[in-house]
């Protein structure tokens, strides 16, 4: 039997594939479809293709794991781990941390729930850079302290294109709706560990997203950062001119990456995006 694992929902942005290759658990969120069709988020039921054929056709619902089969999915780990560390989608966007939470209290001991106040990609690198800290089993208080910490270093933009999914989701009131639609404009949100804001308007979808970029970092005075574009985007010849776009502007090399399908849920197709980290350089 192992000592210690590591359980993670589709939050992360990861497939249960993907998240297995790193040697963590999964248990997959679900969501439905304007039929009521349910879906498992779990790369399989749901590949990102047939998500957005899903998405473009209209409203798709996003729903936790019942705290029936995460007692399973604890059940089974404990087989297999002495003691098992859960790190649900963040309470901001989810019902997940709660549930995981009253369910642990069952297993003293043995299944600890952190609290996070991120997501998908951000929450990917942070766990990343936490996880020796849980398989070196420091202190449960040490270890929630430490993520806290990290979730710092991090930041998203997102500017979606289409604000009737973050309506829906009630992300964005019906008056900002309302002027925006009208206007014609889109609104730069900034994700980080204090939550969601509204950092301006553009017309640009690519622009907008350059803009968020520029005022978040002088608004938290990084001097190094990295960049990742993160997306929405069905189409490729897009995606390819979005990151031109960012490299040529910021003279760094970026990657991108498709927003996690429980998250994009809430920000419809074709959102245009952007996670930073903060680099530390130590000499």
């Not at 879906?39 to 619902?61: E, F, M, N, R, T």
């Not at 991120?118 to 690198?125: G, T, Y």
């Not at 992300?171 to 994700?191: E, G």
Request: charged share 30%.
């Amino acid at each position: 039997m192992k000592k210690i694992g590591i359980l993670v929902d589709s939050g992360i942005n990861l497939s249960k594939s993907e998240v297995e290759k790193l040697g963590w658990e999964f248990i997959p969120l679900t969501l439905l479809d304007g039929d009521n069709n349910v879906y498992k988020d779990d790369g399989i039921d749901l590949d990102p293709a047939k998500a957005y054929q899903v998405l473009s056709q209209g409203l798709l619902k996003t729903s936790q794991a019942n705290q029936e089969s995460i007692k399973e999915k604890y059940d089974e780990l404990l087989k297999k781990y002495e003691k098992i560390y859960v790190i649900p989608i963040t309470e901001k966007f989810s019902g997940s941390y709660a549930s995981s939470l009253l369910v642990a209290k069952k297993y003293p001991g043995k299944v600890f729930v952190l609290h996070s106040n991120i997501i998908a990609l951000l929450m990917l690198h942070v766990l990343e850079e936490l996880q020796d800290d849980i398989y070196a089993d420091k202190d449960f208080d040490y270890i929630q302290n430490r993520l806290y910490e990290l979730e710092k270093k991090y930041a998203a933009i997102l500017v979606p294109s289409d604000m009737s999914y973050l309506k829906r989701s009630g992300r964005i009131n019906l008056a900002k709706l309302i002027v925006a639609t009208t206007l014609k404009i889109n609104p730069i949100i900034k994700f980080d560990y204090e939550g969601f804001d509204s950092i301006g308007k553009n017309r640009g979808l690519i622009s907008g997203v350059i803009q968020g970029i520029e005022k978040v970092v002088s608004d938290k005075g990084w001097k190094d950062y990295e960049i990742v574009a993160i997306h929405t985007i069905p189409n490729e010849d897009e995606v390819k001119n979005f990151v031109q776009m960012l490299e040529a502007k910021f003279n760094k090399k970026i990657e991108s990456k498709k927003v996690a399908i429980i998250i994009s849920a809430h920000l419809g197709l074709n959102m245009y995006g952007a996670l930073l980290k903060k680099k530390i350089n130590y000499f």
